[in-house]
């Protein structure tokens, strides 16, 4: 069965370096969407991707972000210099039209 | 803005019993809503979705019902098991949020079954 995938599993930084995360959606999805979860909180929306743009982005997301869709597979998350409070579980998620969201199993970032 | 919330936050049940799972949100204007488990320190499986204009959807043990004008959404889970424990979520999908139609999660209802 098709599925998402991510890497790395964990990841550990030093506050102020960059990290990124990268995320194999399903093959014939569309829509791309990066999720983070700190921990004992909610699943919070961070941006959602459609056409080789950003289509929705929270206020979460600032300029310390950005995605990518390098090439037909992959779709990845910087984040340019860490912060304490960037610690947090990372899901990628993708769908079809109309379709439910799919997520990966997830990136746990873990800035010192 | 969607606020989504779920009764009860935690909920331990023996082995056998039937159990619902609450979630309610603020705006109906939704597209779907779907029901994960998240076991602890891993990912989202999605269990149900449930378009807005379908009052339930049924995966084995596994039965949830959508009211949209009413803003609720209930997962009822038939003949609990242990391997049921996790943590439930519930999401809704926006309508038209500048075409992502992202999700917004509830804060979860932590299960355990007990043998």
């Known amino acids: 069965e098709p599925e998402v995938t991510q890497t790395p599993s964990h990841q550990v930084t030093q506050m102020g370096q960059e990290v990124i995360l990268r995320c194999v959606p399903i093959s014939n999805h569309l829509y791309f969407y990066w999720y983070r979860q700190i921990l004992g909180q909610k699943v919070e929306f961070l941006v959602s991707f459609y056409n080789n743009e950003i289509s929705e982005k929270s206020e979460i997301f600032d300029d310390q972000f950005s995605v990518e869709r390098p090439d037909g597979s992959n779709f990845t998350l910087k984040i340019r210099s860490t912060k304490l409070e960037d610690s947090a579980m990372y899901f990628c998620a993708s769908r079809l039209a109309g379709g439910e969201q799919f997520f990966g199993p997830g990136t746990r970032l873990t800035v010192l | ?115």
């Open chain 2, 1 to 115: 803005k969607q606020e989504v919330t779920q009764i009860p936050a935690a909920l331990s049940v023996p082995e056998g019993e039937n159990l619902v799972l609450n979630c309610s949100f603020t705006d109906s204007a939704i597209y779907n809503l779907q029901w994960f488990r998240q076991d602890p320190g891993k990912g989202l499986t999605s269990l149900l979705l449930i378009q807005s204009s379908q009052r339930e959807q049924t995966s084995g043990r596994l039965n949830a019902s959508l009211d949209k004008s009413s803003g609720r959404s209930t997962l009822y889970i038939a003949a609990s098991q242990p391997g049921d424990s996790a943590t439930y979520l519930c999401a809704v999908r926006g309508i038209l949020t500048g075409g992502g139609n992202k999700l917004t999660f509830g804060t979860g209802t932590q299960l355990k079954v007990e043998l």
